[in-house]
């Protein structure tokens, strides 16, 4: 999608939802910047767990203890014969 389009979809969003013009112009001026650097749109901790498909408990888990969400292991190295 371009950002074009990107942007009226969320302007159209928020005129269906009622938003205030004044918060709509706050909210696609930030929308228009990131458009602008590439970056994804994301307005908070919530949004971020609806786009990864995570309960906000789980994310913030990963954030505050991210030890825990790590494993280590060891693989043992194949020796391959040496031809000569």
């Known amino acids: 999608m371009s950002n074009k389009k990107t942007f009226n979809e969320w302007k159209k969003y ?6 205030s ?8 001026t930030y929308i228009k910047k ?15 767990s609806l786009l990864l498909g995570r309960k906000t408990f789980y994310l913030a888990s990963v954030v505050n ?11 043992k190295k ?6 000569g």
Request: glycine share 2%.
């Open 14 to 19: 928020y005129e269906a939802k009622g938003i």
């Open 34 to 48: 990131l458009l602008k650097n590439n970056a994804p749109i994301i307005f908070n901790f919530e949004h971020l």
């Open 78 to 83: 194949e020796t391959l014969p040496i031809i």
């Open 65 to 75: 203890s991210p030890n825990n969400h790590y494993r280590e292991f060891k693989i």
């Open 21 to 28: 013009p004044e918060i709509q112009e706050q909210y696609l």
